[in-house]
């Protein structure tokens, strides 16, 4: 699914939306709104990193048909405050480039484990690419998810003693326990 099967809510079509709110409660609701818009665009495009210094040129950020788009500091601000609930974490000091998460590295965490163990493939070690592009996970919502992002997943199950990371130069694979 791409750009062009994405429904852009009301609020994409009316200029106010593209400027940062002074009115409080106004502002809380807009940031809330471009919160929910970034992780719906996301999901639907697959996108899970974002550059602030690109924004202007990408759909989610620049409404052309009304000619309005976001400032790159707002766009760090909203991704900031994704960045408070999880769904989001700068990769540089200057957040300019920042990983887009629609689900927390938790909620993949448990949706990855669950798959694995609904199939019985503990003990057995699986690629990275099977794990994200492989046949078998065509359907499910983690396919496609970037390497990066995958071995941020990877590691809290780790942590939780529910896999082994081997990431050698011959195999970048993980055994699930």
């Known amino acids: ?24 409660e106004t502002r809380a609701k807009q940031v809330a709104a ?14 899970y990193l974002l550059d602030v210094r690109e924004a202007e040129q990408i759909p989610l950020f620049n409404n052309a048909t009304i000619n309005r788009k976001l400032e790159s500091k707002v766009v760090i601000s909203i991704l900031s405050e994704l960045q408070k609930t999880g769904n989001a974490g700068p990769l ?29 493939m503990q003990n057995t070690v699986v690629t990275l690419y099977e794990l994200s592009q492989g046949d078998d996970v065509q359907d499910e919502e983690f396919c496609g998810i970037q390497q990066d992002v995958l071995i941020k997943v990877l590691r809290i199950l780790e942590n939780e003693r529910k896999c082994e990371l081997i990431l050698d130069d011959d195999i970048q694979g993980v055994k699930f326990f």
Request: glycine share 2%; net charge negative.
């Open 92 to 120: 540089d000091k200057s957040k300019y480039r920042w990983e887009v998460y629609w689900h927390t590295l938790e909620e993949w965490a448990s949706m990855i484990y669950d798959y694995i163990n609904n199939r019985g």
């Open 1 to 24: 699914m791409g750009e062009a099967d994405f429904e852009w809510p009301w609020q994409y079509s009316f200029p106010p939306f593209f400027t940062l709110q002074p009115h409080p």
């Open 34 to 47: 471009w919160k929910t818009l970034i992780l719906n665009y996301c999901q639907k495009t697959k996108t």
